[in-house]
């Protein structure tokens, strides 16, 4: 199975904060390493929305640190 995923995020730092991914790949390896198993297509990407973090989440913190770095 897959071990870790990297991914590709648009994020609009105006509240109310929202992301959405762009790109995604799972690897066989740990931290990205050895072989991409799975990409996820753009068409499945298309279809998706923008999430909205909810106040107090950890993806609102994640979102925040990106806004802020």
Same mark, same amino acid.
Request: charged residues 20%.
């Given at each position: &199975? /897959? *071990? $870790?995923?990297?991914? *590709?995020? @648009?994020? /609009?730092? +105006?509240?109310? *904060?929202?992301?959405?991914? =762009? !790109?995604?790949?799972?690897?066989?390896?740990?931290?990205?390493?050895?072989?991409?198993?799975?990409? =996820?297509? !753009?068409?499945? =990407?298309?279809?998706?929305?923008? @999430?909205? !973090? $909810?106040?107090?989440? &950890?993806?609102? =913190?994640?979102? +925040?640190? !990106?806004?802020?770095?």
């Amino acid at each position: &199975g /897959d *071990l $870790s995923s990297k991914g *590709l995020y @648009q994020t /609009d730092c +105006k509240v109310p *904060l929202k992301s959405k991914r =762009l !790109a995604g790949f799972f690897y066989n390896g740990p931290m990205g390493t050895n072989e991409v198993t799975t990409t =996820l297509t !753009a068409e499945f =990407l298309k279809k998706k929305s923008y @999430q909205y !973090a $909810s106040p107090g989440s &950890g993806y609102e =913190l994640v979102i +925040k640190f !990106a806004c802020n770095y």
